[in-house]
C-alpha cells in the first residue's frame, strides 16, 4: 500500500513537505477525537486510527522525497518538526480525554519531546542520529493505542476502568514514561560510545605512518 501511495503522491505530484503536514493533520484529529472521548467514549476508536494514519503519513513522507529525488537536510527538519506537534497534540489530547488525570497526558508528551531530542545529539556532534529504546514513536502510539481500547472495552462491558483513582489511561501513560526514560538512557549511551569509537578511529588515523 505504501508503494502504491509514493506512486500517486509521485503522479499527481504531492510534494513530501506535503505529507508531512499531513501527520500534523492527522494527530491533531486525533487529540480532537481523544478530548471529546468523555463524552463520546466510541471516539477512542478514531483516535487510535488517526495515531497509526499518522505513523503512516510519516513514514511515507520519507519515501516520497526519497523517490522523487527531492530528500534533503531542510526536508529533514521540515519532517522532524511536525512530528514533535503531533506528539505534543496527541498526548495533549489523551490527557484531556477526561478518563485519565490530565497532567499525565503532558508528562508524556514532554518525555516524548526529550526522546526525539535527545536522538538527534548524535547526528549533531558528528555520529548516527539514535532510534533506539523501547518508546520510540511507533511504540509510543502502541501503547496508547493499547490503553485506549482497553479503557473503551471496559466501559462498554459496564466494568471499572479505574482502581485507586488510577484509570487504565493512567497507566498508560506511566508506561509510556517509564519506556521514555530507557530511550533517553539507552541513546546517550550509545552516542557516548559512538563518539568514544570516533575518538580512538582518528588517534589510530593520526598516529598511522
Given amino acids: 500500500m505504501a508503494h502504491w501511495a509514493v506512486r500517486l503522491c509521485l503522479k499527481y505530484d504531492i510534494h513530501a513537505d506535503t505529507v508531512s503536514?499531513?501527520?500534523?493533520?492527522?494527530?491533531?484529529l486525533a487529540g480532537l477525537c481523544f478530548w471529546q472521548a468523555e463524552r463520546w467514549p466510541v471516539l477512542f476508536l478514531p483516535a487510535v486510527f488517526f495515531c497509526f494514519a499518522?505513523?503512516?503519513?510519516?513514514?511515507?513522507?520519507?519515501?516520497v522525497a526519497l523517490a522523487s529525488g527531492k530528500a534533503s537536510l531542510?526536508?529533514?527538519i521540515l519532517n522532524d518538526v511536525p512530528d514533535r506537534v503531533s506528539d505534543v497534540l496527541i498526548f495533549v489530547g489523551a490527557g484531556y480525554s477526561g478518563y485519565c488525570h490530565v497532567a499525565g497526558?503532558?508528562?508524556?508528551?514532554?518525555?516524548?519531546?526529550?526522546?526525539?531530542?535527545?536522538?538527534?545529539?548524535?547526528?549533531?556532534?558528528g555520529v548516527q542520529r539514535e532510534f533506539s529504546g523501547v518508546m520510540a514513536k511507533p511504540w509510543r502510539m502502541v501503547a496508547l493505542a493499547i490503553g485506549s481500547t482497553i479503557t473503551l472495552g471496559l466501559l462498554w462491558t459496564d466494568r471499572p476502568i479505574q482502581w485507586q483513582g488510577v484509570t487504565i489511561l493512567d497507566g498508560t501513560?506511566?508506561?509510556?514514561v517509564i519506556g521514555c526514560i530507557q530511550s533517553i538512557a539507552i541513546r546517550l549511551v550509545r552516542i557516548m560510545r559512538a563518539l568514544?569509537?570516533?575518538r580512538a578511529i582518528s588517534q589510530s588515523d593520526t598516529r598511522a605512518p
Avoid at 503536514?21 to 491533531?28: D, G, R
Avoid at 499518522?54 to 519515501?63: E, K, P, Q, S
Avoid at 531530542?117 to 547526528?123: A, D, H, R, S
Fill in 21 to 28: 503536514y499531513s501527520s500534523v493533520v492527522a494527530a491533531a
Fill in 54 to 63: 499518522r505513523l503512516w503519513l510519516n513514514m511515507l513522507d520519507g519515501m
Fill in 74 to 76: 531542510r526536508g529533514e
Fill in 105 to 125: 497526558g503532558y508528562w508524556c508528551a514532554i518525555f516524548a519531546l526529550l526522546v526525539a531530542y535527545v536522538g538527534t545529539f548524535g547526528q549533531a556532534v
Fill in 173 to 176: 501513560f506511566v508506561v509510556i
Fill in 196 to 198: 568514544e569509537t570516533k
